[in-house]
């Protein structure tokens, strides 16, 4: 027990916060400071529909109070927006201050009519052309007024502190994908790493061996996939043995990957990539990642994680062993085939093992056949 304490208060310490409330017109008139940060970047990421987004206004003009905002506070004094985004993203939009990444004001939110306040259908905060539509003055005003709670973690805190509180709070009951959340981390982590692995997931070879449907598309399986080809080529066994999961695993391993300090070669890293998905397009195209069914001679389904990991890991592997690209060309398709009938991928699969363990076996599974002769 005593272990425990001492670790409680040790873990503690390296965390400062602070908290008060603040009117929504102070927060808006941060953000028009450029004294609050909400990442104009997230935007990508910010799917609330028009309804939701009504509903949250409805919510402050009948004074349910919000979740608390999380916000980390850098070392210039900016406040960054770890936790509330969509929130203050939908605020910022109805007072119709919202800037978008170039910086522009966006268009004001229009609302929906709501389930207790019916009269906001087509309502704006301000519209000189349209008084009708106008939000009423006392009404502008108590909007403003209302508070919202704020956390801030203070500059003091110690490590990666920022990255993991957004981490926690934004998985488990959210609606953003995991790799939507790992997005928003990289983009605090190191926003030109985040553009970087954009592109990457972008490129037609790439995009060509993974048929994703339209879903996964919205919620970046692609770049999920992109992000799991390089922590493959990083795999850490020391970190791996710190999670029982492989989303921690991932998420971890991006910081590692693409903190600013770390030693990365992008360029390196981009070379391997474009080299190994223009063989797997020109050998199987978008069949490249479909598993194998040996009794039916052909490849079926949707793309294969597994199979994924093992035939990425390997590929990208022969061309740092040195392998001629051409040749790595004429074996992928016999490669592939010999990988699916393995007895150790079979029973991988079969015994339910754990998907971190998978992936592991799946990489190790994919360097030895294509070191075979």
Not at 42 to 63: A, D, P, T
Not at 144 to 155: A, C, F, G, L, S
Not at 177 to 200: K, P, Y
């Amino acid at each position: 027990m005593e272990d425990l304490r001492s670790q409680i208060d040790v873990a503690r310490v390296q965390v400062h916060t602070d908290a008060y409330p603040m009117s929504i017109g102070e927060l808006a008139n941060l953000y028009e400071d450029g004294e609050l940060d909400i990442h104009p970047e997230f935007q990508r990421v910010y799917r609330w529909s028009e309804e939701q987004k009504s509903k949250l206004i409805e919510s402050i003009l009948l004074g349910i109070p919000l979740p608390s905002i999380f916000v980390a506070q850098r070392d210039d004094g900016i406040w960054d927006v770890v936790d509330g985004l969509q929130r203050l993203s939908t605020i910022f939009s109805f007072l119709g201050k919202l800037k978008g990444e170039d910086g522009a004001v966006l268009p004001p939110l229009q609302l929906k009519k709501t389930r207790y306040l019916p009269a906001l259908e087509g309502k704006k905060w301000s519209d000189e052309e349209d008084l009708d539509n106008e939000i009423h003055v006392e009404i502008k005003r108590i909007f403003k007024r209302e508070k919202v709670d704020i956390k801030i973690i203070k500059k003091e805190s110690e490590g990666d502190t920022k990255f993991e509180l957004f981490q926690r709070l934004n998985t488990g009951g959210s609606k953003l994908s995991d790799q939507e959340v790992r997005n928003c981390m990289l983009l605090m982590i190191n926003s030109e790493a985040f553009s970087w692995l954009q592109s990457i997931s972008q490129l037609d070879d790439f995009k060509a061996t993974i048929p994703i449907s339209e879903k996964q598309q919205e919620e970046c399986y692609g770049e999920e996939l992109a992000l799991r080809f390089f922590v493959h080529r990083y795999s850490s066994p020391e970190t791996r043995g710190d999670h029982v999961d492989v989303g921690p695993y991932l998420d971890e391993q991006l910081n590692n990957m693409f903190k600013k300090e770390s030693d990365f070669d992008y360029d390196l890293e981009a070379d391997i990539f474009k080299k190994t998905f223009a063989i797997f397009n020109k050998s199987l195209g978008e069949d490249s990642f479909k598993k194998f069914n040996h009794a039916k001679d052909k490849r079926e389904g949707a793309v294969s994680l597994p199979v994924y990991e093992a035939l990425t890991k390997g590929v990208s592997s022969a061309l740092e062993n040195g392998q001629n690209e051409e040749y790595i060309i004429s074996k992928v398709n016999e490669k592939s085939k010999k990988l699916t009938a393995e007895e150790e991928f079979v029973n991988t699969l079969t015994r339910r093992v754990r998907p971190l363990d998978r992936m592991v076996k799946m990489n190790q599974l994919g360097v030895e056949v294509f070191n075979e002769g």
